[in-house]
């Protein structure tokens, strides 16, 4: 166990798996609390105990977090276990769909909005009064496709867009109150999203997102989630309103990059966290 957040209460949205899993786990083992939040339907009871098993300490918190009233639920449960709240992790968002948009979806586009926007908005908004007493902070998802725009994802890319700004904002505006705002925007990421049997992406878009990158490689979600942990941490106290890119240099790179890298860099690092639902993807729209 590390002490890089010893005594920090932390709240992960989008908590049981994917990248949330990897950040859930990581703070437990820097000594914080966890609240593992996330929809009814993912793993949060899992990770939690995963996390305990390891000498971690962790809740669930179940539920729809785009409405404001469960989003006040969440930290109201993380101040009643915990006493406090120290960080807030806007991890939660989907990525239900793929298409031009002429044949994008109104649904996925609601989706989107509700998910990736609304979620960071509602628990945002509800955590801030807590984190203004503790002078603690918010990282919230953002994507290297909400800097650059990419085809066939242009709604998804907006949305993350909005977060970037959003961000900000909120920075500029809680500096006054002694509260950090800051964004991680990963590029392709080893979770379901980027594989074309649990995510919208097709085969031609899978291996190019891949080959996009200077690494010639997906990031993994400890390696994303280490970013999270500066970011969240005492050590990132002079860092606000910053957009931090995990993207293997894909923003910098020029055509199909990753077919040259070294091979060296073409490996996943083994990493240290046990994650179980690193592929598991609840991406699809639903109603």
């Known amino acids: 166990m590390g002490n890089r957040l010893e005594g920090k209460v932390a709240i992960v949205t989008g908590g049981g798996s994917g990248i949330g899993e990897a950040i859930s786990k990581k703070f437990a083992k820097e000594g ?29 918190f179940n539920a729809d977090l785009s409405v404001l009233a469960n989003a006040e639920s969440c930290v109201s449960l993380a101040v009643k276990q915990y006493g406090k709240l120290d960080i ?28 990736n926007n609304k979620t960071v908005f ?14 603690g902070n918010i990282v919230t998802a953002g994507s290297e496709s909400g800097i650059l725009g990419i085809a066939q994802n242009a709604p998804y890319g907006a949305t993350k867009g909005f977060n970037h700004a959003f961000t900000k904002g909120l920075a500029a505006e809680q500096a006054q109150k002694g509260v950090r705002c800051n964004i991680v925007a990963p590029g392709p990421i080893d979770t379901g999203w980027t594989h074309k049997e649990t995510g919208p992406m097709d085969s031609q878009m899978e291996q190019m997102v891949t080959k996009g990158t200077l690494m010639g490689r997906r990031g993994t979600p400890e390696e994303v989630a280490n970013v999270y942990l500066f970011l969240a941490s005492d050590e990132a106290s002079y860092v606000t309103g910053a957009v931090f890119p995990v993207d293997g240099g894909t923003l910098i790179a020029k055509g199909p990059a990753g077919d ?11 990493g240290e966290l046990k994650l179980k639902h690193s592929k598991d993807s609840h991406t699809s729209v639903r109603k």
């Open 122 to 135: 509602a628990m945002s908004k509800a955590a801030l009064p807590e984190l203004q007493k503790t002078k």
């Open 88 to 115: 807030l992790i806007n991890n939660a968002g989907t990525f239900p769909e793929t298409n031009m948009l002429s044949d994008y979806s109104e649904e996925a586009f609601d989706y989107l909005l509700k998910n």
């Open 260 to 270: 040259q890298a070294a091979e060296s860099m073409k490996q996943q690092p083994d």
């Open 32 to 60: 914080a609390k966890v609240v593992v939040a996330g929809l009814p339907e993912d793993p949060v009871e899992d990770v939690v105990k995963e996390i305990q098993e390891e000498g971690g300490t962790a809740i669930p």
